[in-house]
């Protein structure tokens, strides 16, 4: 019989069964001596996600799959693992990353002394060429920053004990993907749950390779940016009126690389991506852009 875990990984997933395997197997090889389960949250697959999971019983004994398919979406499925988990300490990854090998260890340790974490993260390893495309640091130095200074951990690369997700209220459903872990952050800071970087938990992020999906994917982000500009109205921002807004949407189409790499305009286009979901959300509101 398997010992009681002292920490829980959850993994939200949907239709995951393609890179899932490699998440599997990097947690399955941590440093981490202590006993953790992996909660997988199935958001509702159809691949054959479970037979995947059947393979990794024997080297990961504490892995269970539960069900997250009561609405679509990554914050669904997020809170009906964290609910479902049998620890008080929770720990976030996504099914088509890799952690590194002391992350497991790292963050559960950090959890002894701060309630709310982020890692580290790198994305040359796993996105090749679309690394290049979007605007993230790699590898961090540090957690990204929103409005008034605050921090925020990636929702694919966090731990929090139980009190932080049951203070903010969990993550909201009906936030638009893309800044749910910002909007997540904000209330747990409210709440005196202030988000900490830990850099020896380190996350090989993966980011789409295909245009397409990176350009939607920050659409997206550009449209719950707005989002939780408009609910939380943070202090020191001023939103642009309408001729400074045209204004610097002209200057951005004026920096189009023509001279510029493939990989330059490709850049371009995540950029004006993300500024038209800002944009359309904004609009959609009934509010001014951030």
Known sequence: MAAAPVCSVVIPVYNGAATIGEQLAALADQTYTEPFEVVVADNGSTDDLGAVLDAWRDRLPLLRRVDASRARGVSVARNEGVRAAATDRILVCDADDVVDRDWVRALATALDDHAFVGAAHETESLSGR???????????????????????????????????????????????????????AWRAFDAGHVAVYVPEAVLHYRIRTDLRGVLRQQYDSGRGTATVAARVRPAGLVPKSLARRVHHELLLVRRFPWRGSADDRRSWLVLMAFEAGKLVEARRLGVPAP
């Open 130 to 184: 679309s690394a290049a495309w979007v605007p993230v640091d790699s590898p961090s130095t540090g957690l990204p920053v929103t409005w008034e200074g605050r921090p925020y951990a990636l929702g694919g690369n966090c731990a929090f004990r139980r009190e932080v997700f049951d203070d903010a209220g969990g993550y909201d459903e009906d936030f638009p993907p893309g800044a749910e872990e910002i909007d997540f």
